[in-house]
Every structure is written in structure tokens, then in C-alpha cells.
């Protein structure tokens, strides 16, 4: 703890609880006897060094204290029967008998009881009872320390005492009185003197005189008119508020303001009219406005429209009200007019609808953030085929006529008479693989065309396992509510239809014509994204994936696979979303058999075709979103894309082109560093 400060070592005695009167008698003498030391803070300044006690007390009656007090100060004291407490007092330092008797008097108020002096006699009362019992009247000097009671009366001189009263009221304690006089202007005010001095204090600064003379101020740039509107607003919001009252006029003759009210508000509106007596900086009624992001062309087409549909809304009522109060029709004397070659505006307004359109550009010419759409594609296709098949041909005793007697279809190969057919012929140039088709193929047989019985059987077996996994990711970055379109696409001719022309000649000849449309086969992805609050991002998406299919039977034409997905979905900023797909999982069986012969057990194996194929599609469309707010975001973005193909190209081959010695693979420069952002702040949009 902090050693306390002590005054130079004294005697000192403390009135305990309990004590006798000889106790106090013994504590006045050493009083009388103690070396003078200064006053304490609770005596007045002018009061003269002189003998001084140190009275501490701990649960004390409050009657031994008064009756310590008496003796000290030689006052004479009368108690009220209702004076009752228990008083802990405590003192450092020294004080005066004087210092003493202020102290007694903060307790006696702390505890709710009164010193009322009545002659030579002091009263000790209850606070409720002050009012009855008379106290020091218009004393000549009104501490602001002591706690006695004193009647003091107040004279007002520029402001009405009544009004005073419901603003100084809370300031008075229940006991104390506070009443004005309307006659006199005067207030009437009786508590302890430290209040009364504070009350008194309030009052002076209050009564200040509020006559000032008026004021002109002539303006050179402005409309008198419209300032004091202005001001007027101003004002009239200091007054709601308790502040005071300044009258302002215009005088449009000399385009002059007058002022009139308290002189410190008077200095405040002059400045404040002053501030806005100053011309345009713009320099008139025209202002050229570049455009940092928006386009000029399209945003003049929307604030034209804005003002004719403010200028048909208002009516001719409204117009003749708006030119009455100064501040014009929107839309009747607005130009505005796009410079296309500089991005800039051209408006001319009035002042207060220019000062409107300046607005509406400043929250539309910002800059609006990007998204990033991925599109990730994939798809998985599996496909199982078996077949197995026998074949069988015999020919009757030179008759040189082949009869199948098992003609079965082997898929992707030929059957066995036509095999057997190109043997008798010599033409066996045309027995080739694609005859046989694919798989193993085994075969028994004897053929003379000259004598005997001729045969043969042709035993084929194919298993066929296929899986293409396909993924792509086609990307592409679209300003907010801005539709963009990606595709990675092939031409393809598609027949849309024939006819043909008989020309007349001595031969006749025909002339076939057909029309042909080129259709797009690939990825097509269009998306429009709506940034809402936070990071989430409205997609409106149109994604098909086509492919050119199998050549239709019977035709020369070819089919296309199409698969397309058209939805809105509402996704986090870099989070991924499943727009949707296709699970297919198709198994099919056959078996090409002969009558009767293919049902013998064991036996019928060779007189018939089995085929059996499995498929299974899975395809799954998914779409990231990633929001780009600023120039940083969108740099790293590009950096990082930029980075993956180079490195992907100075790894093919090692950078090397194979058998071309001393030549190198193309890549990519490398990529710069980015550049700084530009000086002040920059704001964006949603």
C-alpha cells in the first residue's frame, strides 16, 4: 500500500465509543495545547492558523460526538429526540475548530439530519423538517463548501424566473425550497449553501442578454433561397435539441441573408453560409464525367429514361411546386449525352439534379467482381461381349451346290457358305481376316468338286472387354450477370435430304442432289452467374455434351449422342455442386440355335450361337464457382492456369523434339510479375 502523507507528529486522541466526558475534556486540552498547523481543505481560505485535533471515531453515538463538538467549538446545541446514528469518522490530518465544526455538519448530512441555528442555540433536526425552522438569510458570502443552511434570493435580469424554476427543480434536494417571484423576476432558494453556490453559478451563466443586433450577409455565388432552406434544416434540428434559437431570412431582392439570435450561433451559421457561398467547381451547369468500369452509351440511355419518367410522374402540379421552392424539375432541364471515344458522360442540370445523377453514377461506375465457372465432366462406359458359335455346310455328291445346314451368324465375320462359296470359286484372295472376323476361329472339312461328299464346320469364339473413362473441364470466367458461352466442338455433315432432276436427251440421265447441314458435336457449356449477399452465387446453366453415334442400319448416315442439362442451382463461392447425370446399366443375351438338333443335350452345343454383351454408362456433370472480387483474385487465378500448361509443356519430351536433333518443344513465355494495385481506394461491386 502507499505510505500516507502525515502532518508533523502530534498528540492525538481518539473519542472512542463509550468514553466519558472526561475523555473529551482531556482531548480539548491537548487541542488547546497542540502547536498550530495549517487549515484543512474544509475550512475557509481566510481563516487564520491556529490550534487544530485529529477526532476519530468508530461507531460512535451521534450524541457523543455532538457533545465533543460543543466543547471544541463552545457552540450550544438542542436534539431533536429522533437524532439517533452510529457514526464512524476517521481523520489523518489536523483540523481547526472550524474545519472540525464543517465536518460535523457533512456528517450530520450524510446521516439525514439538519444544524438549524436559532439564536445562540443550534438545532440538530431531520432534513424532512428544514423547511419549518429558520435558517441564514441572504448571507453575504455563500460558501461553496460548507453544508449549512442558508435563504438566498436570486434577481433575473435578461431571462423569466418561472421558466428557471422546471430546469433548476432537479438540482434542489426534496428538503430544500426553490420558488419564483414573477413580480420582482426573482427566485427564491433555500438548502445548504455549497448547492445554493452552485445554483447561483447556473443562474449566471443563463442570464446573459440576448438582444443582438441583426446581421446581413450579402451572397455572390448562391441562391439566397436555397441556403436559408438549408440552414433553416439546420437549425431547426439545434432546436429540437435544446439548443438555441437563431432566426434566418432571405431577402431575395438583394439575394442577402439576414440573421438574428444568441451571437455564438450567429458566428456558427455565418461560417456555415459562407462555406456554402462558394461557385461550382465544375464551373457551371455542364459536367463531363469519365467512366472508370461502365459503358457510357448504355448507362446515358438509363439516366435519360430515369429523368422522362420522374418528369411524367411529377405532373404539372409538381412541376410548378418544384419550380416555387427553387429547386427545379428532374428530367426538364436535363441533358445528357454519351462521348463513346472517352467512356465519358456529358450532363447538363441544375444544380440539385446534377447533384442526384452524380450520385446515381458514383453507385453504378463501379467495378463488378468475376466468377469462375468449371465445368467438370465425367464419364465412365463399360462394355463386356461373348460370343460363341459352330457352322456347318455339306454338299451332295457332285452337285456342285453348297447347302448349310447350320447357316448361324458369328458377329464380325462371315458366314461359312460364303467362305465355302469363295474356296470353290479359287477365289480364295477374298478369305481375309475380315471374312473370318475377330476371335478364334477353328474348321474341319473336306471339299472335292469332282467325287465324293463334301463338309465342313467352322467353330468361332469372341470375348470382348471394353472401359473409356472421359473427363473434361471446360473453364471459362464471365463478368456478374453476364452470360458466357465455352465450346469445344466438330462439324460434322448430317444429310437433311435428296431429289433428283430427269434431264431429257437422247440417253436420260438423272442427277441426284442432297442437302447437307453441318451440325456441332462436343461440349457446350453456357452459364450466367448472379452474385447474392455473402459468397454464395446464383447459376443459370446450359450444358450439353454431344458425340457422333453409330452409322444408322440400311443408311449411310451417321447419329449423334447428345446429353444435355439445363437448371439453377445456388452454390457457395468455391464450392462444387452436382448439376446431374445418367446411370445406365444395360445386359443383353441371344441364342441362334437349329431346330430340334439344338435342344440334344451336350450334342446341341454345335448346332447353335450364343451371344451375350453387358453395358454400363455413368455419366456425372459437376460446377464449381469461384468469385473474383478484385484484380489480385483474378491475377492469381490466371498465374496459377498459366504456371500448369508451361509446366506441362517443358516436360513433354523433356523439351526435346524426338529425331529432330538440336530442336526443342514451343512453350509459353514465362509469366511476369504482377502488377501493383493503383493509388486510393477502390470500390467494388457484389
Do not use: C
Not at 474356296?423 to 471374312?435: F, K, L, P, Q, V
Amino acid at each position: 500500500m502507499p505510505k500516507r502523507l502525515q502532518a508533523p507528529p502530534r498528540p492525538r486522541r481518539a473519542l472512542l465509543p463509550g468514553a466519558a466526558l472526561s475523555v473529551a475534556l482531556a482531548a480539548f486540552s491537548v487541542w488547546a495545547i497542540a502547536a498550530a498547523t495549517p487549515a484543512t481543505a474544509l475550512e475557509p481560505a481566510t481563516e487564520a492558523a491556529g490550534p487544530t485535533i485529529t477526532p476519530n471515531y468508530k461507531d460512535a453515538d451521534l450524541s457523543q460526538i455532538i457533545q465533543a463538538v460543543s466543547e471544541v467549538t463552545g457552540k450550544n446545541f438542542i436534539v431533536d429526540p429522533r437524532v439517533n446514528a452510529k457514526v464512524t469518522m476517521l481523520s489523518a490530518t489536523p483540523m481547526s475548530p472550524a474545519a472540525f465544526y464543517q465536518a460535523f455538519l457533512s456528517v450530520l448530512q450524510v446521516y439525514g439530519y439538519v444544524a438549524v441555528p436559532a439564536g445562540n442555540v443550534i438545532k440538530i433536526i431531520p432534513n424532512i423538517d428544514e423547511r419549518e425552522f429558520p435558517s441564514e438569510d441572504l448571507p453575504k458570502h455563500v460558501s461553496t463548501s460548507s453544508d449549512e443552511l442558508v435563504t438566498q434570493i436570486i434577481t433575473v435580469k435578461n431571462i423569466s424566473a418561472a421558466q428557471l424554476v422546471p430546469l433548476l427543480r432537479p438540482l434542489i434536494p426534496q428538503y430544500g425550497h426553490l420558488a419564483a417571484y414573477p413580480g420582482g423576476n426573482m427566485l427564491i432558494i433555500s438548502d445548504r449553501a455549497s448547492n445554493v453556490a452552485r445554483i447561483m453559478r447556473i443562474v449566471h451563466r443563463m442570464d446573459v442578454d440576448s438582444n443582438q443586433p441583426f446581421e446581413v450577409i450579402p451572397l455572390h455565388h448562391a441562391s439566397a433561397d436555397s441556403v436559408v432552406r438549408t440552414v433553416n434544416q439546420l437549425s431547426q434540428g439545434a432546436v429540437a435539441q435544446g439548443g438555441a434559437v437563431v432566426h434566418v431570412v432571405a431577402d431575395e431582392r438583394t439575394n442577402s441573408v439576414l440573421l438574428s439570435g444568441d451571437e455564438t450561433m450567429r458566428l456558427r451559421m455565418k461560417a456555415l453560409i459562407l462555406s456554402l457561398d462558394t461557385p461550382l467547381k465544375s464551373g457551371g451547369d455542364t459536367r463531363v464525367r469519365f467512366l472508370h468500369y461502365a459503358d457510357a452509351k448504355k448507362l446515358a440511355a438509363k439516366l435519360k429514361g430515369q429523368a422522362t419518367a420522374s418528369e411524367k410522374a411529377a405532373g404539372p402540379g409538381a412541376v410548378a411546386g418544384a419550380a416555387a421552392a427553387g429547386g427545379g424539375n428532374f428530367g426538364r432541364d436535363v441533358t445528357i449525352w454519351a462521348d463513346e471515344p472517352t467512356n465519358a458522360l456529358v450532363i447538363t442540370a441544375p444544380p440539385k439534379t446534377m447533384r442526384s445523377l452524380m450520385k446515381v453514377i458514383d453507385e453504378l461506375d463501379i467495378r463488378r467482381a468475376q466468377v469462375q465457372v468449371r465445368a467438370i465432366i465425367v464419364e465412365i462406359d463399360i462394355t463386356k461381349n461373348s460370343n460363341l458359335g459352330v457352322q456347318w455346310i455339306l454338299d451332295g455328291v457332285n452337285s456342285g451346290t453348297l447347302a448349310g445346314v447350320s447357316n448361324l451368324p458369328i458377329t464380325g465375320g462371315a458366314s461359312i457358305v460364303d467362305l465355302a462359296a469363295a474356296a470353290a470359286t479359287g477365289a480364295y484372295s477374298s478369305i481375309s481376316g475380315t471374312a473370318l472376323g475377330t476371335g478364334g476361329s477353328f474348321a474341319i472339312g473336306r471339299y472335292n468338286k469332282y467325287s465324293g461328299t463334301n463338309f465342313a464346320a467352322l467353330l468361332q469364339a469372341l470375348r470382348t472387354n471394353g472401359a473409356s473413362n472421359i473427363i473434361s473441364t471446360p473453364s471459362v470466367i464471365t463478368m456478374n450477370n453476364q452470360q458466357a458461352e465455352v465450346k469445344v466442338t466438330q462439324q460434322i455433315p448430317i444429310v437433311t435430304g435428296s431429289y433428283s432432276t430427269s434431264t431429257q436427251s437422247v440417253n436420260g440421265t438423272t442427277s441426284p442432289f442432297q442437302t447437307i447441314q453441318q451440325e456441332e458435336v462436343g461440349t457446350i457449356l453456357k452459364v450466367t452467374p448472379h452474385i447474392n449477399e455473402g459468397n454464395s452465387v446464383e447459376l443459370k446453366i446450359s450444358q450439353e455434351d454431344s458425340s457422333p453415334g453409330a452409322v444408322l442400319p440400311g443408311t449411310t448416315e451417321i447419329s449423334t449422342n447428345k446429353r444435355a442439362i439445363k437448371t439453377t442451382v445456388l452454390v457457395q463461392s468455391g464450392g462444387i455442386v452436382v448439376l446431374g447425370g445418367l446411370i445406365s446399366d444395360t445386359v443383353n443375351e441371344s441364342e441362334d440355335r437349329i431346330p430340334l438338333l439344338g435342344r440334344i443335350p451336350l450334342i446341341g452345343d454345335l448346332f447353335r450361337t450364343r451371344g451375350g454383351s453387358h453395358e454400363k454408362k455413368e455419366l456425372m456433370v459437376f460446377i464449381q464457382p469461384t468469385i473474383l472480387r478484385n484484380q489480385g483474385e483474378l491475377e492469381a487465378t490466371t498465374r496459377t492456369q498459366y504456371r500448369h500448361i508451361r509446366h506441362q509443356q517443358m516436360m513433354l519430351h523433356g523439351g526435346k523434339v524426338t529425331l529432330l536433333r538440336g530442336e526443342r518443344q514451343p512453350v509459353i513465355p514465362q509469366m511476369a510479375a504482377p502488377n501493383p494495385p493503383p493509388p486510393g481506394p477502390t470500390r467494388h461491386g457484389p
